[in-house]
């Protein structure tokens, strides 16, 4: 069965950075793709980031491009990671990792497997 769980969420200054980690168990990792979707309170649910299954390719939200960077641990082909620079306050949000086969999509329905999500905040 399907297992991710996230760690590594917390409280972190504006213009701090924080890691992320998806770890990952029960499927056939070569042939799935992660998402990190996040929600803020009062908030739908968004797509920040999609790394394919090979993690040749990635996609980013426009919010975060050019300061999160979503990969899998070299050390460790299980573990998905995002790494998230230059914080801001509007990041403040329960960030989830979610699986699905073959391609990215940044609508939330068309995933079946969640993790239990963590909280970023993001403030002063």
């Known amino acids: 069965q399907v297992q991710l769980v996230e760690s590594g969420g917390g409280l972190v200054q504006p213009g701090g950075s924080l890691r992320l980690s998806c770890a990952a168990s029960?499927?056939?990792?070569?042939?799935?793709?992660m998402t990190w979707f996040r929600q803020a309170p009062g908030k739908e649910r968004e797509a920040v980031s999609c790394?394919?299954?090979?993690?040749?390719?990635?996609?980013y939200a426009d919010s975060v491009k050019g300061r999160f960077i979503s990969s899998k641990d070299n050390a460790n082909n299980t573990v998905y990671l995002l790494q998230m620079n230059s914080l801001k306050p509007e990041d403040t949000a329960v960030y989830y990792c979610?699986?699905?086969?073959?391609?990215?999509?940044?609508?939330?329905?068309?995933?079946?497997?969640w993790g239990q999500g963590t909280q970023v905040t993001v403030s002063s």
């Open positions: 029960g499927f056939t990792l070569d042939s799935y793709v």
């Open positions: 790394i394919s299954s090979s993690g040749g390719d990635t996609y």
């Open positions: 979610a699986t699905r086969p073959w391609l990215c999509s940044i609508i939330p329905t068309q995933y079946a497997d």
